[in-house]
């Protein structure tokens, strides 16, 4: 049957839209209606009249950019940072911290209900950030022709030079200072820097005798609550070091564990959760897939008997392992789990499962399958790791159904 294409209600880019946004969405964007039209407005706080700008169409929902506030929110404040809006890598630095972190809590909430079907959820506020600026330990530059140093536009290929960012820790802003106009031999910078520790890398190495400051180190040693971990370059390690600590505490104070338990943990990375939480329970197996992250791991955990790593995708390694865990903490990258690991946790259930995850799109919809196989949902408690962002990491505490239900206030939180 010939069907005529529905007539879009714009006329195209560039046009300017008065819009009423309604609430935030996933994406750090606001959403919006023109008449049947979906909108997704850029740099508005819900409840606000803006006038905004067509930036893009789709078949279903128009993108479109805030260009004039005519009703702001109480909670809208002025951007410090110069690049806001055109580097890309902050959406909230317009609204107050209080509300970000509400709005944030909503998101989540959000998106357990639409993607988990879950009625009420049990979203707590997040956990705020000590640092609301500067808290960044790590940063990817791109290196411009002549040595210029900054960030690419989203959606774009346009270089934006960079001469501060407001979220890195200050001494990566004041190395990338000096750095600047010297490093046109490469394309791209990787700084990361050891916030309780000093240390830091630089990668990769450069051959530019007018760099004074030593590149190309392999790896940096952090502290996280006084332990030391090394990280190569390869391996990914979380960007708000004093979060990074809160969160660990989080975990360590809802974990409801014996002297004698078995702890898998999943998607181990460098081995933080593993090494920091070996001794309240009796065994912790690691399992990580990537080989660099791995061998930090071991390092890491050197020392610590009851303490192993296991190198494999977890949907390979877990159902593998002919072990029936107590405990099961899964840190999984955005894409959220494999279905065989879901399968695997529902076929042999621990008595508890914490889900660390930094998407909540992903987290909903492996929650709804968990408790769809027979998890009980204790928990929600996001962690704000990420200011002036819309991302936002989570940990979930869920119990095996029949388990009985105990008190959720995490102990030694500080």
């Given at each position: 049957?010939?069907?005529?294409?529905?007539?879009?209600?714009?006329?195209?880019?560039?046009e300017r839209l008065t819009l009423t946004l309604t609430e935030m969405g996933h994406n750090g964007m606001c959403l919006a209606h023109h008449g049947e039209m979906?909108?997704?407005?850029?740099?508005?706080?819900?409840?606000?009249?803006?006038?905004?700008?067509v930036a893009d169409r789709?078949?279903?929902?128009?993108?479109?950019?805030?260009?004039?506030?005519?009703?702001?929110?109480?909670?809208?404040?002025?951007?410090?940072?110069?690049?806001?809006?055109?580097?890309?890598?902050?959406?909230?630095?317009?609204?107050?911290?209080?509300?970000?972190?509400?709005?944030?809590?909503?998101?989540?909430?959000?998106?357990?209900?639409?993607?988990?079907?879950?009625?009420?959820?049990?979203?707590?506020?997040?956990l705020p950030s000590p640092e609301q600026w500067g808290y960044r330990n790590h940063a990817r530059f791109t290196v411009g022709r002549f040595g210029?140093?900054?960030?690419?536009?989203?959606?774009?290929?346009?270089?934006?030079?960079?001469?501060?960012?407001?979220l890195m820790h200050p001494w990566i802003n004041q190395t990338i200072a000096e750095l600047r106009g010297q490093v046109a031999e490469t394309r791209a910078l990787n700084l990361r820097?050891?916030?309780?520790?000093?240390?830091?890398?630089?990668?990769?190495?450069?051959?530019?005798?007018?760099?004074?400051?030593?590149?190309?180190?392999?790896?940096?040693?952090?502290?996280?609550?006084?332990?030391?971990?090394?990280?190569?370059?390869?391996?990914?390690?979380?960007?708000?070091?004093?979060?990074?600590?809160?969160?660990?505490?989080?975990?360590r104070g809802y974990l409801r564990a014996a002297k004698t338990d078995l702890l898998i943990d999943a998607y181990a990375g460098v081995g933080t959760f593993s090494v920091l939480l070996a001794e309240s329970v009796g065994r912790v197996i690691g399992l990580e897939e990537s080989a660099s992250s791995v061998r930090d791991a071991r390092a890491n955990g050197e020392g610590i008997a009851n303490l192993e790593f296991r190198e494999g995708k977890v949907e390979d390694v877990l159902p593998g392992l002919g072990l029936q865990p107590d405990v099961v903490l899964l840190d999984p990258p955005r894409a959220g789990c494999h279905?065989?690991?879901?399968?695997?946790?529902?076929?042999?259930?621990?008595?508890?499962?914490?889900?660390?995850?930094?998407?909540?799109?992903?987290?909903?919809?492996?929650?709804?399958?968990?408790?769809?196989?027979?998890?009980?949902?204790?928990?929600?408690q996001p962690v704000d790791l990420f200011p002036q962002t819309y991302h936002i990491e989570c940990v979930s505490v869920l119990r095996w159904s029949g388990v009985p239900a105990i008190s959720m206030t995490p102990t030694g939180l500080s």
């Open positions: 049957m010939n069907r005529r294409r529905k007539r879009l209600p714009i006329e195209g880019l560039g979906v909108v997704w407005v850029s740099f508005g706080i819900p409840g606000e009249t803006v006038v905004a700008e789709h078949a279903h929902h128009i993108e479109a950019r805030t260009v004039e506030v005519l009703a702001a929110a109480p909670d809208r404040v002025t951007p410090p940072c110069p690049y806001y809006g055109a580097c890309g890598g902050c959406q909230y630095q317009h609204i107050a911290y209080d509300r970000q972190l509400e709005l944030k809590q909503q998101v989540v909430a959000g998106q357990l209900r639409r993607i988990g079907h879950f009625k009420d959820p049990p979203v707590r506020l997040p210029d140093t900054g960030f690419v536009q989203r959606g774009t290929h346009r270089l934006i030079p960079i001469d501060e960012c407001r820097f050891g916030i309780n520790t000093g240390d830091y890398l630089i990668q990769p190495k450069l051959k530019n005798e007018a760099v004074s400051i030593p590149t190309g180190q392999p790896s940096y040693r952090e502290k996280l609550l006084g332990r030391p971990f090394t990280v190569a370059s390869p391996s990914f390690f979380q960007v708000n070091t004093h979060q990074a600590e809160r969160m660990i505490e989080l975990v279905p065989t690991v879901i399968q695997t946790l529902i076929d042999h259930p621990p008595r508890q499962l914490l889900y660390v995850s930094c998407d909540p799109a992903t987290l909903a919809r492996d929650l709804r399958l968990l408790v769809d196989g027979g998890f009980t949902l204790d928990l929600v």
